[in-house]
């Protein structure tokens, strides 16, 4: 390992131990609200089945969605929160002192919010699995949606990071925009059902690609061509990290 | 010309015509000065005169307004890698990782710097030598203000920096650590490591630095060996305590430099003021004198006398 490399390993793995202390904490905390919801939703609309979704029980319809909601939200929250813990605690001055350079910052903090990712969809995957069995008909574009979606959060969630002062920033970035545009995204319903107005907003939100994305890569069949899923997502990845990979190299915020 | 270029990389840092605003206020106003390698460089100065500012500056932490700063020749920001590896700088405030406990933060750090296991025996030694064997594995959440500072040093020197940089080390450090630093700080200049330190405890940087800079208002001040620097004002005290007698004639009470339970303090120009002449007018004055006692200045009036100066100006 050169010296470079090594240094990006440490930050990674600092980074990786931070939400690791708290395994228990980051892991169960998610797969408990999402059990909540499939008591709630899928025994309330046990019936019903999803047009366009044939075949398909209602709970398995909600589960791929609210795993990739947990995702969005939780790649979204570790890098935001590590960031702004250490520019409040004043500690962020150990890795700015560091010989760290912008790409070795945004590789190590994307990539441990993609470790969460993995460990939180496979807990909750894993623990739904009580109630439904999901079929995996699309491994490869699953795996490529999860990846660009936990990563676009995880680089949303620097750009937050660097931009806020306060950890009350932080919560209304998230309260304000992260967590209406996950729920607005046809976690519970497929966007079919809405009103005209709610149909074409909902075909903006980068979220939506997100979850509908995700729902083909396990049934195959989504709402929208997974073409146009893919571009949305991709596109909306390099923007974010375009921002965020820039907030660092200039050190915005950070080196004042 | 490839002499100058070979002496100027031979500088442990060169600080070129270094400025830094916040808004309106003028942090540093164009500094510049070069510390040679191996030198134990003193930066003194009051309260907001930019000494933070401008170490902040060589560390990475604040991109100066205009000017460059090279460590060991390399840029600190087009060749910023080389240079930080270079450096060890530790900060004035005093900033810890809850999250982690002492060795795994020492190694951590490390590991920034590219360093692996071979610097754990290291680690080892500083905490030993910093006294923190008893903390090794305690969470840093848990340690006092002064065990935080040592580990905030050691962390600084977890890559063995050749130049180190240390911010009010012993701010808030009782006495007896305040000995343990400097017998430290010392076997580590006498290993070669180029040391600037900022204080102000005034006998500290006095005792241990054999160059130092005075910083006022974002300005450089003085910049002299201490030895110069002390031998810069010839002046000297005379201290007389006063009996029963005539009060001091006025000719003698401008040169008061203090007065105290009987005890005079006047400061002399030698030039001016030779010792002769002042005793010859206190005794034509009748002035009683019980005691004499006369002292060198110190760097305490050095400084007072150039930072003053500096804000009449
Ligand atoms: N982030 C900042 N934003 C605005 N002004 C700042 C900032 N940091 C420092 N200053 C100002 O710059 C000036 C120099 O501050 P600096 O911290 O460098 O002083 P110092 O010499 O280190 O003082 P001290 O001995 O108190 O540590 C002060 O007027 C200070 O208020
Ligand atoms: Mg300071």
Redesign the pocket.
């Known amino acids: 390992m050169n010296p470079d490399q090594r240094g990006f390993y440490t930050l990674l793995k600092k980074e990786v131990m931070r939400f690791w202390a708290v395994l228990g904490q980051t892991v169960s905390a998610p797969v408990i609200t999402a059990l909540l919801y499939l008591l709630v939703f899928a025994q309330a609309l046990s019936g019903r089945t999803i047009a366009g979704y044939e075949g398909l029980s209602y709970t398995q319809f909600l589960v791929p969605g609210l795993i990739m909601m947990t995702v969005i939200q939780n790649a979204f929250a570790n890098t935001s929160s590590s960031l702004i813990q250490s520019k409040v605690m004043g500690n962020i001055v150990f890795t700015l002192m560091a010989p760290l350079g912008p790409l070795e910052w945004f590789g190590a903090y994307i990539l441990a919010a993609l470790v969460r990712s993995v460990l939180v969809a496979v807990a909750m995957l894993a623990v739904t699995l009580i109630f439904v069995r999901l079929p995996i008909e699309q491994p490869l574009a699953l795996l490529a949606v999860f990846l660009l979606s936990a990563g676009s959060l995880a680089a949303l969630g620097i750009i937050a990071g660097l931009w806020a002062q306060k950890f009350d920033q932080i919560a209304a970035f998230s309260n304000f925009i992260v967590t209406p545009l996950s729920f607005l995204s046809g976690v519970f319903y497929s966007v079919h059902a809405l009103p005209a107005f709610w149909y074409t907003a909902s075909h903006l939100n980068p979220f939506f690609y997100m979850i509908d994305g995700f729902r083909y890569g396990f049934f195959g069949t989504a709402d929208m061509p997974i073409a146009l899923s893919l571009a949305w997502i991709t596109t909306f990845f390099a923007v974010v990290s375009a921002i965020a990979y820039w907030m660092l190299h200039t050190g915005y915020r950070m080196r ?1 | 010309m490839t002499a100058t270029m070979n002496t100027s990389t031979l500088d442990a840092l060169k600080i070129d015509a270094v400025q830094k605003s ?1 808004g309106s ?1 003028q ?1 540093l106003k164009g500094v510049s000065f070069s510390i040679n390698r191996g030198e134990f460089f003193g930066l003194l ?1 009051p ?7 401008l170490i902040n500056t060589i560390a990475g932490l604040t991109r100066a307004t205009s000017g460059h700063i090279s460590v060991l020749g390399h840029d600190t920001v087009t060749d910023f890698r080389t240079a930080r590896r270079l450096l060890g700088v530790v900060p ?1 405030e005093l900033v810890f990782d809850p999250f982690f406990n002492v060795v795994d933060m020492l190694r951590i750090q490390a590991g920034y710097y590219g360093c692996g296991e071979e610097v754990w025996p290291w680690i080892d030694e500083m905490i030993e030598r910093l006294e923190l064997k008893a903390k090794r594995t305690a969470s840093m959440r848990s340690l006092s203000g002064g065990m935080k500072r040592r580990v905030l040093i050691a962390q600084a020197l977890v890559h063995k920096p050749p130049v180190v940089i240390l911010d ?1 080390p012993t701010a808030g450090v009782d006495v007896e650590l305040r000995r343990t630093l400097w017998a430290f700080m010392r076997d580590l200049h006498s290993q070669g490591t180029t040391v600037v330190l900022t204080t ?1 405890y005034l006998e500290e940087a006095q005792e241990m630095c054999s160059r130092i800079a005075i ?1 006022d208002k974002g300005e450089v001040k003085a910049l002299e060996t201490t030895g110069a620097l002390l031998g810069r004002h010839p002046f000297r005290f005379l201290r007389l305590k006063l009996g029963e007698g005539a009060p001091l004639p006025d000719t003698l009470r401008g040169l008061i430099a203090s007065e105290k339970d009987g005890v005079v303090e006047l400061k002399l120009e030698i030039a001016k003021h030779p010792i002769n002449s002042v005793f010859a007018a206190l005794r034509t004055a009748g002035v009683v004198i019980e005691d004499v006692h006369t002292r060198e200045p110190d760097l305490e009036d050095i400084f007072i006398e150039l930072t003053r100066a500096g804000s009449a100006a």
């Open positions: 004042k | 916040y206020l942090a100065g309260n907001g005169a930019g000494k933070s500012t004035q009010e102000h910083l």
